[in-house]
Structures are given as structure tokens and as C-alpha cells.
């Protein structure tokens, strides 16, 4: 990033009216490291839950020599005229800043830690220059995880590998740009929602049968037991649309999905994460219409009309059971939604 002259005055005081982000004072060492505990010891993977007077200082030498350079800016967070806790950026280069905090025992479930990471951000666009603010948060730490998405930090995935935290395997990783709109504005709110709020897999699949109630499977590449026709649901995609897509790429067959038979949902199993699936009904076809099948070689070996008994036998059990449930939809004689095929 492109440095300030070195002669940028001292380091300011920010508050919101209830808070206040200043410099360190010496007078603020000993109450801070009085202050720690251990749940603060336990998140940063520190080895002593109180630090010494030398190791804070240390600390706190480390902020007022980076701010004259700007490659590490802390401060106190204070609230009536005490230091509640710590607040800093870290300069990681290309305009890119990395955010850290603490609460110190006490002072915790007030609101500090978000409208100290708040203003931080504020400071760290406005008066740094930096377009890209960010935190990397262990995706146990339930609390710093609110107090980043409260701030108005998007979560943006899984950053994995060793944490702070001994037995950590990753990092969340948040963060807020400068042309992000601003937390007030709706659009904003609504985009940080969308980076949090839980987000299920939906996979799209047709039940097309013959005139003797036999079902289309496919026999696939990658997996040796057999299943419907269809496939992952994209992004902003419509379930209904997909199904009928993935059959055209897949097998060159021109099928539009009917009415929604099935919901099943699938627990998390193999490797893979819960998802949902939607079985729309694809309708009666007459046998000839595997000649017209064009199988995509990257996923399809071949396609078949199955009995029942097949389907058992070429299936793993819960696709069976997801096809029995789908059938028996289609008279009205079963159930529209299932767990696993139950």
C-alpha cells in the first residue's frame, strides 16, 4: 500500500459515544494483563493464562512502534475510563489489513468488541487505505465469529489448517471491503445474512418410467451403484429446470419435469455434507426411448429400464428406498417427504 508521509501526527482517539479507541499508556499495562484469563489463553493458543508485566509491555511496545510506520495500529478500547480490552490492524501488505481483539474478563456481552472492530474497520479504510479488511476467527469461537459478522465482516469460507488454538484445523475467514455499501444500508445487511445463514446442497433428479412401471437408471463412472437421472442444482438455478438440464447434458434426452414428487432430505454421508433432494415426476415413456440416449462419457456408462427388483439390487439401499417412496407418490399412496428414503 502506498505509505503515509512518516510525519503523520500522533495516534488518534476514536469513540462512538459509549466507547473509546485510544493509544497505549503505561499506566494501562498492568490492569490489561490482570485482565486476561482463560478463555483468552485458550483462543490465541497462549501457554501462560497472565501474561507478565514484561510480556505486555513487550506487547504494547510492539503497537506504538507499528503505528509509526502504520504496519501495526492497536489500541485500548475503553469504556468509563477503564481498558476493557484491545483492538489492532496488521498491515499484511497490498492494501490488505488483518484484524485482532480481546475483552478482558468482566467486560465481556456489552457490545465493546463489535463497536471496537466497527470503528477499527472505519479507521483502517478511511485514514489507512486499505481496501480489504479481514479476520480469520476458529470456527468454534462462537462468540468473536458475532462480534465480526455484528461489525459488518462477511464470511467468506473455511480457511484450512493449523489454528491459534492447539487441536484447531482452520480459520473462518471474514472480511470487509472499502466499496462494500455501508452497515445501515439494506443491501448490506441483507448480503451479510447471505454470507452466514446456512446454505443447503440441492440435488435435482426426474422419475421417468415405461408402460410397465419400470424406472430409468443410470449407471455411473464414478460410483458402482446405480441412480435417477439429474444432478447438482446450481447456484440461483431453478430445482425444476435443473433436473431437466442435467438430462439433456447427460443423456441428450429432451424431458421436461413435471410435478414435484419427492423431498428427500440426505444425511451427511461418505464425505459429503447434508443435502436435499427434489424428484420430479418426468412421465411415462415408451422403452424405444433408450435408443434416443446419447450417454456423456464422463459420467454415464449406460442407461436402463429397471424393475423394482433391479433397482434393489444395482442401487445403494436409500436410492431404493427414495425410488419406492417416489412411485408410490405418483398414485397418491405414499409420502411426499422422506429422510433417506424413509
Request: charged share 20%.
Given at each position: 500500500m502506498t505509505r503515509p508521509p512518516a510525519d503523520h501526527g500522533p495516534q488518534p482517539e476514536l469513540t462512538d459515544g459509549v466507547i473509546v479507541l485510544r493509544p497505549w499508556r503505561e499506566e494501562d499495562i498492568e490492569p490489561a494483563r490482570l485482565g486476561h484469563d482463560?478463555?483468552?489463553?485458550?483462543?490465541?493458543?497462549?501457554?501462560a493464562v497472565v501474561p507478565s508485566y514484561e510480556q505486555h509491555k513487550k506487547a504494547v511496545e510492539s503497537w506504538q512502534a507499528g503505528y509509526r510506520d502504520r504496519s501495526l495500529v492497536g489500541f485500548v478500547i475503553e469504556h468509563d475510563g477503564r481498558p476493557v480490552g484491545s483492538v489492532d490492524v496488521r498491515d499484511k501488505g497490498e492494501q490488505v489489513g488483518e484484524l485482532s481483539w480481546t475483552l478482558y474478563a468482566g467486560h465481556r456481552g456489552h457490545g465493546y468488541a463489535t463497536r471496537a472492530v466497527r470503528m477499527l474497520v472505519d479507521y483502517a479504510i478511511d485514514e489507512l487505505g486499505m481496501t480489504r479488511v479481514e479476520a480469520r476467527v476458529d470456527p468454534e469461537n462462537h462468540r468473536s465469529l458475532r462480534v465480526a459478522t455484528r461489525a459488518?465482516?462477511?464470511?467468506?469460507?473455511i480457511v484450512r489448517g493449523r489454528g491459534d488454538r492447539k487441536g484447531a484445523t482452520g480459520h473462518v475467514l471474514l472480511a470487509r471491503l472499502a466499496d462494500d455499501p455501508p452497515i445501515t444500508d439494506p443491501t448490506s445487511f441483507r448480503a451479510l445474512l447471505n454470507s452466514f445463514l446456512p446454505r443447503k446442497r440441492a440435488i435435482s433428479q426426474m422419475l421417468i418410467r415405461d408402460p410397465e412401471d419400470r424406472v430409468l437408471l443410470c449407471r455411473l463412472t464414478y460410483k458402482k451403484d446405480w441412480d435417477?437421472?439429474?444432478?447438482?442444482?446450481e447456484v440461483h438455478e431453478s430445482p425444476q429446470l435443473a433436473v431437466s438440464r442435467e438430462i439433456e447434458e447427460e443423456l441428450a434426452l429432451d424431458i421436461k419435469a413435471g410435478s414435484l414428487l419427492l423431498t428427500d432430505w440426505?444425511?451427511?454421508?461418505?464425505?459429503?455434507?447434508?443435502?436435499?433432494?427434489?424428484?420430479?415426476?418426468?412421465?411415462?415413456?415408451?422403452?424405444?426411448?433408450?435408443d434416443q440416449v446419447v450417454a456423456q462419457p464422463r459420467e454415464i456408462v449406460s442407461a436402463h429400464f429397471c424393475t423394482l427388483d433391479e433397482v434393489r439390487e444395482h442401487c445403494a439401499d436409500f436410492t431404493a428406498r427414495r425410488i419406492e417412496s417416489a412411485l408410490a407418490a405418483v398414485t397418491g399412496g405414499g409420502p411426499t417427504y422422506t429422510e433417506s428414503g424413509r
Open positions: 482463560e478463555e483468552i489463553a485458550y483462543w490465541f493458543g497462549f501457554d459488518g465482516l462477511r464470511r467468506e469460507g435417477l437421472p439429474g444432478g447438482v442444482v440426505l444425511p451427511t454421508w461418505g464425505g459429503w455434507d447434508d443435502a436435499i433432494c427434489l424428484v420430479f415426476d418426468g412421465g411415462v415413456h415408451e422403452p424405444s426411448l433408450l
